[in-house]
């Protein structure tokens, strides 16, 4: 999946701030699209006005993610990113294990 692809597929969630940023790895991509699909199920429709990315790069060697969100959904999906962070550093370091 590109980058592309995931921004047109949830849209409502890169209205505003920046799309994915060019320095993500490719491989990183799928937990983005998880995460993305994620929020997309427990973002009721109502809220959805609410939430949007401002930033999803790659820093220091790790995701990192910013974002605006109602505060009754800020929790879980705090949670929801904490668990996508903590996948890519998993896969960071079976890559580095691997050398």
Do not use: H
Not at 48 to 68: C, H, P, Q, S, T
């Amino acid at each position: 999946m590109e980058k592309s692809e995931i921004e047109s597929r949830y849209a409502w969630q890169f209205r505003d701030g920046r799309g994915i940023d060019n320095c993500v790895p490719q491989e990183w991509l799928p937990v983005v699209e998880n995460l993305c699909q994620a929020i997309d199920k427990i973002t009721p429709q109502m809220e959805r006005l609410g939430f949007y990315w401002r930033d999803i790069k790659e820093k220091r060697g790790g995701l990192a993610v910013d974002y605006v969100a109602p505060t009754a959904l800020d929790d879980a999906i705090e949670n929801l990113v904490d668990a996508a962070t903590t996948e890519v550093a998993r896969m960071a370091e079976r890559g580095a294990s691997s050398v």
